[in-house]
């Protein structure tokens, strides 16, 4: 008796570490993150990093501004959103409500495949077909752009959004689709007037695990948006060339000296990277936890 | 209920702990290296260490491993970190050989002089930056001048140097590359890139765009030039010349570059005979196919 209990108890132990683990990962990338972040912050002030206008990392005059990139992100990751989430939500509507069964058995894991295709192929793909395409068609310079970004990141985040917003079309209940329609309203009325609204919550987390995917993304962004630190403007910044945190990280943390106020700034743009990545979550997370309740 | 919670706490502690101390522990650990390595880089000894220039790395490597495969139970360990960082760990006697794609400054000198090394130069192979452009660009040579304009974004349209009237797209590599810092120092001369030039992670992501886009200007490494795109004559105050390895070698070309190895003192032991099998005639041939120019003529 006892010896079966002490070896749950163990068993219980060997799990309860194992998870607790994870955390402690997380808990270690975020303090050595911080921690070299932080030590920007003896030669820079942080409003100068926070508001500075020019990334000028190995001049004699280093500067380390972080708006050009910050803005870049923000560009490319909206325009992703915008190209993604009419598409993926239609998608979705068109899945759950309007396919044969059939048809929605086929097509679901096809979308679930394009989450599994390595970013450096979407890369690949975006410098090799999309790029020329965007220069010719918009007779631009380079083809290399926030747009282009925003195409190939838009492609990447629509599994996500497709099969989260799904999920939550799917799970509103019956009686609401089968109440409207006795009241007498069209199929697409029925849609748009109550599946949409009571699956909206859903649809908003999916938006925001998207946006959180897209943010994050670096091998698409360092291989099609072009790099250049500067500030875009909106909305003709689409049509320029720009440079996120990410590929700014990935681009330079290569060969930057160690301990260096170079190696320092990556860090510091690191850590604002995985702030806003954790706010987005967070918010997801709660929307998620509000809809579950509207629906039960 | 109380005991599993007790033991949920003590768990966390632990965990809590280990971090606490991995965190504690990364602060030494470069010191520790770095007094590791000076111990084992002594001549004589049966394995030498090169740190430097990543240009000269590819070159570097390819000898060593084509060295040790003669010399069995000689081991050669190259390392990369750049120019800077290969003579820093020279002056602090961590290794053997620092590998450089510029010469040493005055004030490392000095430094290496306070630490008591002596550096000595050998010059071991020659590199070439070549300017590219699309080849439908009739542009197809430049001076100095024309090509910093183009850089620091003084000139931004192809029509002022004698091209077609089309915007001009800047294309640099990231700053961890030793081309950039070269490009910089000597086309540049101080100034700042235009801030809205492409930065590529590769060569290859240079070629790429080029090739496809008559509006861009790069520059890459000589090694690396094909028919996808145009090598420009460049003329640096002494009339323009191709990037020719004829011009290359004879340093007509202005975008040339010696690439160096420095010891400390003449070299003896294992140290002398990686030079001597640098310079042999197998190990010119070796520069020549890793892509770079060898300096025995």
Known sequence: MFSRNSKEKGIESVLFVISTLTVAILFLICLFLFRDGLLLFKETSLLDFLTGKFWYPTSVNEQFGLVPLFLGSLLVTVGAILFSVPLGVASAIYISEIAHPKVADFLKPFIEILAGVPSVVYGFFGLVVLVPLMQETFNLPTGQTALTGSIMLGIMALPTIVTISEDAISSVPGTLRQGSLALGATRWQTIYKVIIPAAISGISAAVMLGVGRAIGETMVVLMVTGNAAIIPSFPGGFLDPVRTMTATIALEMGEVPQGSDHFHALFAVGSVLFIITFLVNLVADSIKKKYRFKVS | ?297
């Not at chain 2, 360990?77 to 040493?104: C, W």
């Not at chain 2, 490392?108 to 130069?121: F, K, L, S, T, Y």
């Not at chain 2, 077609?164 to 800047?170: E, G, H, L, Q």
């Not at chain 2, 003449?266 to 020549?288: A, H």
């Open chain 2, 1 to 297: 209920m109380v005991d599993s919670l007790k033991n949920h706490i003590i768990f966390t502690l632990l965990v809590l702990g280990l971090v606490l101390l991995g965190a504690g522990c990364t602060g030494n650990e470069n010191s520790k290296d770095s007094a590791k390595e000076a111990s084992s880089g002594r001549a004589g000894s049966q394995e030498i260490s090169l740190k430097g220039s990543d240009t000269v790395l590819p070159l570097a490597q390819a000898e060593a491993e084509e060295f040790m495969n003669e010399n069995p139970g000689k081991s050669v360990t190259v390392a990369g970190g750049g120019s800077g960082v290969g003579i820093t760990a020279l002056i602090d006697g961590e290794v053997d050989i620092a590998t450089a794609s510029r010469e040493m400054k005055n004030e490392e000198m000095e430094n290496a002089g306070v630490n008591g090394i002596i550096p000595v130069e050998h010059a071991v192979a020659y590199d070439g930056i070549s300017v590219i452009v699309n080849p439908q660009n009739p542009v197809s040579e430049l001076t100095f001048g024309q090509l910093r304009g183009i850089y620091n974004g003084s000139i931004t349209s192809w029509k002022e140097i004698g091209g077609d009237n089309r915007p001009i797209v800047a294309i640099s590599r990231d700053s961890s590359s030793g081309t950039y810092e070269y490009f910089k120092e000597e086309v540049l001369l101080g100034d700042e890139f235009r801030p809205d030039a492409l930065t590529q992670p590769a060569t290859g992501g240079i070629m790429g765009e080029i090739s496809q886009n008559p509006n861009a200007i790069g520059y890459i490494g000589v090694a690396y030039l094909d028919e996808s795109v145009k090598g420009l004559n460049l003329d640096g105050g002494n009339g323009s010349a191709a990037p020719s390895p004829e011009n290359i070698t004879s340093g007509v070309y202005p975008l040339s570059r010696p690439l160096y190895f420095y010891t400390n003192g003449e070299p003896s032991g294992l140290t002398k005979e990686f030079i001597n099998f640098v310079m042999s005639e197998k190990g010119q041939n070796l520069i020549s196919e890793v892509g770079y120019f060898p300096i025995n003529n």
